[in-house]
């Protein structure tokens, strides 16, 4: 029971980031999904950009990293994955900066 315990306390705190990161996008005018039952968001990526051009965009502009789509096969082009197994402090710092391009 303690484990299990453990075990959800982790859960929550990962998915406290994912809903972070979630309403921030769309906070910033982006069209994200996911972060509901996993803690990954995925986002259209803007102005018909690929999805290394927004990986680009985003390290430049934003110092955030994330996985381009076109990773995951030709379906995945033109969205960008985020992912929320970071830390509470940096998940705020990334979405602020997401939000300030």
């Not at 082009?77 to 830390?87: C, M, P, S, V, W």
Request: proline share 4%; glycine share 12%; net charge negative.
């Amino acid at each position: 029971p303690e484990g299990q315990a453990q075990t959800q306390e982790q859960i929550n705190y990962y998915m406290n980031n994912a809903k972070i990161i979630r309403e921030g996008l769309a906070a910033a005018g982006f069209s994200a999904s996911g972060g509901v039952n996993a803690p990954y968001i995925w986002l259209e990526t803007p102005d018909k950009m690929t999805s290394w051009e927004f990986f680009d965009y985003l390290l430049k502009n934003a110092n955030v990293v994330g996985t381009p789509g076109s990773g995951f096969g030709s379906h995945g082009e033109g969205y960008f994955r985020l992912t929320a197994f970071g830390t509470y402090e940096n998940t705020l710092k990334a979405i602020d900066r997401i939000k300030s391009l």
